[in-house]
């Protein structure tokens, strides 16, 4: 991971923070430094200490969580334009890292260091706004993505996963175990579920590679939930 001077032009994916304040304004750029990472970086994992607030500017951060028994679910993504909820929860209430952060696309990003991100949480009235109004969205999607987990059915949500991720040419290329880490189930229910749909004729199994033969069934099982 690479750090440098932060500088102004990453404030553009962040439109709501040019309503801050100059002194606000300055208390933010002096606490904030840039930061690149390759994909493949581990930014934080349970146990670690939250130091830093993160904007994320280009690429993409995967957050995730393991169970006991080792199976893995997506918590949620942090793109461009967007912070962390977790980093956030964690500054807020002093606790340290409860999941994982994996680089997924090269990111670059600034990082806005403890001390700052506290003064203007007291000082600035627009810079908490900012901070309580990402919380808001951040944690619906969340919410959502703890239902579609807990009641969801595995059927429809495997379908808008394979066409979300589909190629133009109409290539899924993700392992079972990747599906079901997406998905938040075991491998072998994706697995199971996916032969299901082989065996209707949707798609084509290859190795770590899926084709969609018939995508228009799957979409009509996600309008038919």
């Not at 951060?61 to 028994?69: A, D, F, G, K, L």
């Not at 995508?215 to 996600?222: F, I, S």
Request: hydrophobic share 45%; with cysteine; proline share 3%.
């Amino acid at each position: 991971m690479v750090s440098t001077g932060a500088g102004e032009s990453w404030l553009a994916e962040f439109p709501s923070l040019s309503r801050l304040p100059a002194a606000d304004l300055a208390v933010l750029q002096a606490g904030t430094q840039a930061i690149t990472a390759p994909a493949g970086t581990i930014l934080f994992q349970p146990g670690d200490a939250c130091s830093d607030y993160l904007f994320v500017v280009n690429g993409s951060v995967r957050v995730h969580q393991n169970s006991e028994s080792g199976r893995e679910i997506v918590l949620y993504r942090v793109g461009p334009g967007q912070t962390c909820i977790l980093t956030t929860a964690c500054l807020l209430g002093n606790t340290d890292y409860a999941a994982a952060g994996l680089v997924e696309e090269d990111v670059s990003a600034v990082v806005l260091r403890g001390k700052s991100f506290r003064a203007l949480m007291e000082s600035s009235e627009v810079f908490r706004t900012f901070i309580f109004n990402v919380w808001a969205t951040r944690l619906s999607g969340l919410m959502q993505r703890v239902e579609e987990v807990a009641f969801g059915r595995v059927d429809t949500r495997l379908a808008q996963c394979l066409l979300e991720r589909m190629s133009d040419g109409g290539e899924v290329m993700l392992s079972h175990r990747e599906l079901a880490v997406e998905l938040g189930t075991a491998r072998e229910v994706v697995s199971r579920q996916l032969k299901e749909f082989e065996h209707r004729g949707w798609l084509r199994l290859r190795r770590r590679r899926i084709d969609l033969i018939e995508p228009a069934p799957l979409r009509e099982l996600l309008r038919s939930r």
